[in-house]
């Protein structure tokens, strides 16, 4: 089973600032990896899959990056609407579909 | 659009079942894969299960395996998850999840989850 860690669990970031999400799984996932947005009640949202390609509707100030073992979401400038939690997902060796243990992004 | 609608939720007794249902809308429900994934309270999300186009093939995770059945009715566009021998921490929001292409296996849409406790 792939195992993906996220990093940090929390971050604190001022609106307008630089967010950088880690995921590092424990086996070569290639680029089969996704990223999601979650806000308090709602379904999780596709944000980026292939690790790099932004989903329908995604603002470009998120961006994906990193293929094997290590990857990394951005965003560069962050709004208001960006706070939440974010979980990658490797869809290379399933199953079972793994996710990480999610990252909140948090108003500083 | 796309529509998946999680039903089926609610208190049950250690021990017991439940069955949760997905009705889905706007796309060709046979050529996709569906899954079930759930997130217990505070805690990240989990894949439960998962279910071919056509129904022939099955998939689990080794928490649910042999408790928890996924089916399909592709007549009626709906998933179904058969869940027995329930235990305090099956208890979670569960949701159904729609690869993006029916090649793919990241999830463009989710339904609005369902809310399974187990307790006494």
């Known amino acids: 089973e792939v195992v993906l860690t996220q990093s940090p669990a929390i971050l604190s970031v001022s609106p307008g600032d630089r967010a950088t999400l880690s995921c590092r799984a424990n086996q070569n996932v290639n680029n089969n990896l996704a990223w999601y947005q979650q806000k308090p009640g709602q379904a999780p949202r596709l944000l980026m899959y292939y690790a790099s390609t932004r989903a329908i509707g995604v603002p470009a100030r998120f961006s994906g990056f990193g293929s094997g073992t290590e990857f990394t979401l951005t965003i560069s400038s962050l709004q208001s609407e960006d706070f939440a939690v974010y979980y990658c997902q490797q869809c290379n060796n399933w199953p079972p579909w793994t996710f990480g243990q999610g990252t909140k992004v948090e108003i500083k | 659009e796309v529509q998946l609608l999680d039903s089926g939720g609610g208190l049950v007794q250690p021990g017991g079942s439940l069955r949760l249902s997905c009705a889905a809308s706007?796309?060709?429900?046979?050529?996709?894969?569906m899954s079930w994934v759930r997130q217990a309270p505070g805690k990240g999300l989990e894949w439960v299960s998962g279910i071919s186009g056509s129904g022939s093939s099955t998939y689990y995770a080794d928490s649910v395996k042999g408790r928890f059945t996924i089916s399909r009715d592709n007549s009626k566009n709906t998933l179904y998850l058969q869940m027995n021998s329930l235990r305090a921490e099956d208890t979670a929001i569960y949701y159904c999840a729609k690869p993006m292409t029916p090649v793919t296996t990241w999830f463009d849409n989710w339904g609005q989850g369902t809310l399974v406790t187990v307790s006494s």
């Open positions: 706007g796309f060709t429900f046979n050529y996709y894969d």
